[in-house]
Every structure is written in C-alpha cells, then in structure tokens.
C-alpha cells in the first residue's frame, strides 16, 4: 500500500517499518540525516523513525504487513533535542563519543544520528560497535569498526573494516577483552584519517562492573564525552565519574514509542549477522600442533599423554586427551561422563576435573588468525582429531592460517546458536 503525506515545516509522522519510504519534494529529516526529492530510505521491521519536515514536503511511504504510520503527541518524540544537544557536542569540538544506556533505549538510533550530524558538517566519520551481544556492524561476539561515508539509518547499513573476536555474547568477564578491542580499533580507524569517532556500547549496565568497564574505556580512548540514553537514574548515578571529559556527561531521553525487540528477534538478528560473516564456507584442515591457539582450555594447558586409559576407567567414557594446568585437568571426551564419575576424578586426583564433550564442541563459532598475525575471518569448528592433531574448519578465509581464537558459543546448521555460552569449548 503506497500513502503520500504532506509535511509542513517542523510537522513529524512516526513510521514503524517494514516500510520504504520517497521524498517527492521538499526536505526531511531522518535521525540527522536530510533526504532531498528523489532520496529513498528503507525502516526494517525491526526499526521505528520520526520523520520530520524541514520545509513543506511531500513523501510517498510504502508499508509491508506490520509496519504503520503514527501522528506522534507532543512530546513523544525526541528528535530535535536529539539534534540539538549532539550539534553542540559537535560544535564545541567533541570528536571521541562514547553511547551508553539500556537495552531497547535508542542507543544505536544516537549513533547514527550522531555520525550522520558529524558528516554533514564535512568530519570523517568511524564507529565502533562495542555491543557484542547485539552487534549491527560486524558479528556478534565481536568488536567491530566502520569508517561511514554515506548517511545511514541503521548501523547494520555499513560494512565492518576491522573486527576483533570476543568470543562472547556477554559482556560480564569479558570486559577487558572488549576495552582493548575498542582502543585497538580507535587507533586504526586514526590511521585511517578519521577525525571523529563515536563507539556503541552493550545495554549491560547493572551493577558496578558494568559502569566501571565503560569508564575505563572512556579513559583509555580519551573520550571527549559519554552520552547516557534513557535512562536518567544511570546519568545522575555516573556523570560524577565523567565530569573531568571535555564535554562531560550529556543525557538523552528515549523516544516514548519506539520499536523493542524481542529475545527471540534479538536472536534472528544474531542469525542474520552470524550469516552475513560467515558465508560462503570452505572447508580447511588445520595442523594444529603449527599454529597458535587461544580461548582453548585444553590447548593452555600441558598436554598429558599415556594416561588417557587412566581417565576413561574414571570417567567411564572415552577419553581422547588429557592436558593439565597447576589446578585443573582437562579432558576432552566423547560422550558427557557421570556427574558422580567427575566428583569421584576430583577426589582422588586432588585437582578439578572440567569435561570438554567433543560432540559440544563441534560447531563452536571461531577466529581465524591470518599470516600477518591478524584476525581475518571467523570459522567453524567441525571436527576435530587430537591423535592426528588437526582439525576441520569451515570459513570464508582461503589464506594462510596462523592461529585460531575460540570462543565460547556453538551454531547449528543455519547459524542459530545453540544452548547457552560455555567457558570452554575445547
């Protein structure tokens, strides 16, 4: 169904997508960016826009099933103070921006707009995508970084120039792995000749951790200024500890009517983004015992050999190896082991005994690192031999292998991921 509305200056229209949207004459604004006659834009069903007119305008909005237009009440919409306190952030010279806030709060919506205000005032623009859990630019389990150079709606609109593995889809202990991500990508997308750099953070902000973590990124990157949306109660509790910023602590009210998603969108999402990094895929066979292995809990420790038979009599299942740290054995096995098995191990090794299942451990969500000691791509892990000491991976990189990051999540066939995060899946 195609509608036409008539916009005068300063009148809003909230689109709820799937929609597409034209501008026939005039102008509008769309979180920060300006669409002229002839400009189109799509809104994701997963997305909601205030679409606003700048001077007497026309524009033709073709809705899919479940999308809607909505005359907004006053103060529902939060456009123009959006405009008007990151202008002035601009203005006065702000060019490090870090976003925080709950889950569902318009973080991302900030982010674009704040990108998109940045490049019509001539800046070159990067962002960081910090959230590993619901990542847009990159994969999920990633810290991901884009140098923009077009207007956007959505961070899913851009292509990801450098990713860094977490391995996680949770922030909580992985906080220091995602600070030095961001600063490692800060630094590159400089050496790129970007000027302005605004980073996207996780919706985790319960409890000290959380607030201490996206502190100490911001000192880490000298950030210019923290924007805090939605949440008003996290902005009176941090801006003490970002009162020493160039621009300190500005808060952002969320939209009263805005598009939140659901666990089981939030894990479609993931799927898609899972997909668009990981396709198409080659199959590789990895020497193991040549490159360089991380976020294994078998391959940190000693590898133990000859007493594999020793543990398949405690364990009661077959052991395929056996490796060792000062406190703990690690065994990977074929089958899951009683539980009264392990505690039994435990008792008469005098050390912890953690069982890596090599049937869980198949389809494990990987890193690859290439020749020049880089992330390059991420992989699969489809089966493995710890006797021949290789193992099948499946990825999109058809360069040298140097190394292999693991993480701690497992997908299925069609890039869903399966059961919950492990500490280890090897």
Known sequence: MITRIRLDPGQIVRVMGPARARVVSGQVLVLGAIFNPGDEFAISKYRSYAIKGLVETSIEIVLDAGGSIEKPLPGEEVIDKWVSEIDSLIQKGCRRIIVVGPVDSGKTSVVALASNRSLLRGFRV???DADVGQADIGPPASVSASVVSKQIL??????????????????????????????DLVSR???KGVDTIIVDTDGWIQGINSIEYKAEMARFINADAVII??????YQ?????????????????????????????????????YRRYLTP??????????????????FSGRRVRGREEEFQKMLRVRVLGVSET???YYVV???QPPAQAIGAAIERLEKQVYVLDKNIARGALLSIIGSDYQEKALGILKDFDLGKSVAIIATPYTGKIKGIIFGSIRLGEDFEELGKPLRCVI
């Open 126 to 128: 990067g962002v960081i």
């Open 154 to 183: 959505w961070l899913r609109e851009l292509e990801a120039d450098h990713i860094r593995f977490i391995g996680s889809i949770t922030p909580q202990r992985n906080e220091r792995r995602i600070v030095a991500a961001v600063v």
């Open 189 to 191: 997308l400089e050496r």
């Open 229 to 234: 949306v939605g949440d008003d109660f996290l």
């Open 237 to 273: 509790s941090v801006k003490q500890i970002f009162s020493g910023l160039p621009c300190r602590a500005v808060f952002l009210e969320s939209p009263k009517i805005r598009r939140e998603r659901s666990r089981d969108e939030r894990r479609a999402l993931r799927s898609e983004a």
């Open 281 to 298: 895929l080659y199959e590789r066979l990895v020497d193991l015992s040549s490159v360089s292995i991380y976020g294994s809990c078998f």
């Open 326 to 328: 000062s406190d703990t």
């Open 333 to 335: 096995t074929e089958g």
